[in-house]
Structure formats: structure tokens, C-alpha cells
């Protein structure tokens, strides 16, 4: 019985762990913080910086909006969608 007791109140502390590091860690509300986290990872390890790029955000926004109510099955109908938008570009 103490040995369930144990478990139960490990699982409580796991939990509660992680909702404070999820809650504190994955803050990549902005996408601007992320890039800047990215080139700042990139920068440590001597790899160039990475630029954002309007082009790019702006096929994968129509690409979002076009997969935003297709089920999971259509992946590969999105992969064909993809090289529609590139072609008519």
C-alpha cells in the first residue's frame, strides 16, 4: 500500500512539474520570438542567421487556409496543392 501511495504522489509531482515548465518553457506565441530564438540557437553554433521571408509566409498562410478543414487523410492531396501553388507563382 505505501509503494501505491509513492506512485500516486510521484505522478501528482510529475504533473504538477509539468504544467509549470510548459506553462514557463514553450512560449512561441510571436513569430518573430521565434526566429529571433532560432537565430540565436544558429548564431551559438556558427551557422548563418535565418530571414524572414514574406514570400514564404505567404504561400504557407494560403497553404494553411487551404489544408485548415481537410481530415488527416489528405495528405497527400496537400503535397499535390503545394506544387499547384508553386507552379501558378
Known amino acids: ?3 501505491l ?3 500516486i ?3 501528482f509531482f510529475l ?6 515548465f510548459s506553462s514557463t518553457l514553450v512560449h512561441c ?12 540557437y544558429r548564431t551559438a553554433r556558427n ?3 535565418l530571414a524572414k521571408n ?4 505567404c504561400l504557407a498562410e494560403e497553404l494553411a487556409e487551404e489544408m485548415e478543414h481537410q481530415p488527416c487523410a489528405a495528405a497527400a492531396a496537400a503535397s499535390n496543392a503545394t506544387q499547384q501553388l508553386q507552379l501558378a507563382n
Open 5 to 7: 501511495l509513492q506512485l
Open 15 to 20: 504533473v504538477a512539474l509539468s504544467i509549470l
Open 47 to 49: 551557422l548563418p542567421t
Open 1 to 3: 500500500m505505501a509503494s
Open 9 to 11: 504522489t510521484l505522478f
Open 29 to 40: 506565441d510571436d513569430d518573430d520570438d521565434l526566429l529571433q530564438g532560432l537565430n540565436s
Open 54 to 57: 514574406n514570400k514564404a509566409e
